[in-house]
Structures are given as structure tokens and as C-alpha cells.
């Protein structure tokens, strides 16, 4: 797998400090999967050398573009924010695996925590054409963090959790799971990783609900060579994100 150059088509702030980058799609992505992600490389010239993991957001086939949802939080992210239609961006991708799930499951309990949100929404997407029912629950700091609910399915039923209460109810949004226990077949999150360690102490003694958390890492390759993205499962053996992963099922990596 080598590095494609790709027109950048739109490249908008959506809400907060958070932007919406669609790119044309190529051969490679059209058979991308939701929680899958590409190496992305915010400069032609190199400056910053390394490229940054970014979850594919959404695909669309009809207009032939794929999306990117990010966070401007350093050197290259700005870079990429300043991006407009008509530039070129190397990308490298599809990489890692897609979040799992059995097709015989009717009901999902989908976490989002920040922008963790960005691959959870082409996941919705896919199992409600599958005529699966989805809940999501979304945790953002404030109602100015929080993703446009016009821009899911409105077959999702929404539930939002902020910080400090601006919009939905105030606290964390795994404080939700317990409602859903009875009804659950499977959860997947996304979000921090402390998250990921207060939904595993809420589901507890469920270990018969499947709960797969998609990891995000700083990685300098994507295709396992660095072993910069390596995390411990619960015996300590380590596993890479970019080719194990992102998903991992939570009884695994914290017992």
C-alpha cells in the first residue's frame, strides 16, 4: 500500500474548533468499512514529516467523496484546516479493521465521547440500512461541542450528555449505559480512554454483551512497523491498534 495524492473537495468548520474535510474517493476507500482509518499527510513538503490517523467519518459512493471529521489541536491539524477545494492531500488507507459486529444482533447501544463520534456515525449509518435499532449516547463538554444532531439518521434515537449540563443532561455519558442493559445486544464506543474504563466497570457482570471500544493513538506508520500505537491487553501482551485494531472488545484489554 503506497500514499495517493487526492483533491481535497470541501473543508468547512463545522462547530467549535471541529472541521469537516470531504475528499475525493479513490479505488482503494470504496470498499473502505465504518471504523477504519486512513494516515492522513497535512503537507506536500513534509513539515510535519509524519502523517496523522484520522477515522473515516462518512463515505459517499453517489458524490464520490469520503469524509474526515477533526479536531484542530496542533501544528497539523491547523495545517489541515487551512486546506481548500482544489488542494492535494497524500493519504494512505484504508488501514486497521472494521468494528465488529454479529449480523444476527437487533439492538445497539452506540458511546460517543468528543470526537470520538467521527467513526460512530458511518457505523449508524450502516446498521440502520440494515434495519438494525440504534441508540447513541454523546458526551461533549459543553452544547458548543457537540455534533450537529441534524446530520444523523432520524433513526438513531440521541441522547446527549454535557459537562456542564448546556444541552441534554449534565454528567458523564456512560452514567446512560445501565439504562440499556435489558435491551442491549452489543455496544461500541469511541472516545477517551477513560471512558472506555467507566463503561467496563457499568457493564460489569454483562460479559456476555460484546462492548468493542475503538482505540485512537498517535501513530507514525499505520501499518504496524513503529509499534508506536501498541496497547497492553489484560495479561500485558501488547497489541498494536493499526493492525489488531482500532477495535478491541473491552473484556480483553481490561479483564
Known amino acids: 500500500m503506497k ?7 470541501e473543508n468547512n468548520q463545522i462547530y467549535k474548533n471541529t472541521f469537516l474535510l470531504k475528499i475525493e474517493l479513490n479505488n482503494s476507500l470504496t470498499n473502505a468499512q465504518p471504523g477504519q482509518f486512513i494516515m492522513i499527510y497535512t503537507s506536500l513538503n513534509f513539515e510535519p514529516l509524519l502523517g496523522r490517523p484520522m477515522s473515516i467519518h462518512r463515505v459517499n459512493h453517489d458524490k464520490k467523496y469520503f469524509s474526515i471529521l477533526y479536531n484542530v489541536v ?9 486546506k481548500i477545494n482544489g488542494d492535494i492531500i497524500n493519504v494512505l488507507g484504508p488501514l486497521g479493521n472494521a468494528i465488529p459486529f454479529k449480523k444476527e444482533s437487533m439492538n445497539f447501544l452506540l458511546i460517543a465521547g468528543g470526537i470520538g463520534i467521527a467513526p460512530l456515525i458511518w457505523f449508524a449509518d450502516k446498521l440502520i440500512a440494515s434495519n438494525k435499532n440504534v441508540v447513541m449516547l454523546i458526551g461533549a463538554q459543553n452544547k458548543d461541542s457537540v455534533f450537529p444532531l441534524n446530520e444523523i439518521d432520524q433513526q438513531v434515537e440521541i441522547e446527549v450528555m454535557t ?29 477517551p480512554e477513560g471512558m472506555f474504563q467507566s463503561a467496563n466497570r457499568i457493564i460489569g457482570t454483562s460479559k456476555q454483551i460484546p462492548a468493542y471500544a475503538l482505540f485512537e493513538k498517535e501513530m507514525a506508520c499505520g501499518i504496524g512497523i513503529c509499534y508506536g500505537c501498541a496497547i497492553k491487553d489484560k495479561d500485558g501482551k501488547p497489541n498494536l491498534i493499526c493492525t489488531k485494531g482500532p477495535s478491541f472488545e473491552l473484556k480483553k484489554i481490561y479483564g
Not at 3 to 9: D, F, G
Not at 163 to 190: A, N, P
Request: charged fraction near 25%; aromatic fraction near 4%.
Open 3 to 9: 500514499n495517493v495524492a487526492l483533491k481535497v473537495i
Open 74 to 82: 496542533g501544528k497539523g491539524t491547523k495545517l489541515l484546516s487551512n
Open 163 to 191: 459537562d456542564d449540563g448546556s444541552l441534554g443532561s449534565k454528567g458523564l455519558v456512560t452514567e446512560k449505559i445501565k439504562h440499556y442493559m435489558e435491551w442491549v445486544d452489543e455496544i461500541s464506543l469511541c472516545g
